[in-house]
Nanobody, 123 residues
Framework: QVRVVESGGGLVQPGGSLRVSCAAS????????MGWYRQGPGNQRELVAA???????NYADSVKGRFTIPRDNAKNTLNLQMNSLKPEDTAVYYC?????????????????WGQGTQVTVSS
């Protein structure tokens, strides 16, 4: 009932910038939070940045000062601006969306993941 799609990954040189985007669609009645996670080779999936329904943002210590969630997000979308990229930022970046959707006369909880987008930082 809810689909999450990421886009914008790619190859960038160290020190470069990249912007990834996430869009949620479907019978969404409310969104409680959206977040970007990443999973590098041999690593567990980790939280990178998150946005709550109240507008608060949280960032992993490893990306503070370099990654930003812009405040101009359209409804049900979440962008992540990544600056000063490092090789250790190389990973598959996943978007997660939590909220409620409308189905059969009821509002039901959901937590959906996208398929991921590859970000590679290399010279």
């Amino acid at each position: 009932q809810v689909r999450v799609v990421e886009s914008g990954g790619g190859l960038v040189q160290p020190g470069g910038s990249l912007r990834v985007s996430c869009a949620a669609s479907g019978s969404i009645s409310s969104i409680n939070g959206m977040g970007w996670y990443r999973q590098g080779p041999g690593n567990q999936r980790e939280l990178v940045a998150a946005l709550t329904s109240g507008g608060r943002t949280n960032y992993a210590d490893s990306v503070k000062g370099r990654f930003t969630i812009p405040r101009d997000n359209a409804k049900n979308t979440l962008n992540l601006q990544m600056n000063s990229l490092k090789p250790e930022d190389t990973a598959v970046y996943y978007c997660n969306v939590d909220g409620t959707y409308y189905s059969g006369g009821y509002h039901k909880l959901f937590s959906s993941w996208g398929q991921g987008t590859q970000v590679t930082v290399s010279s």
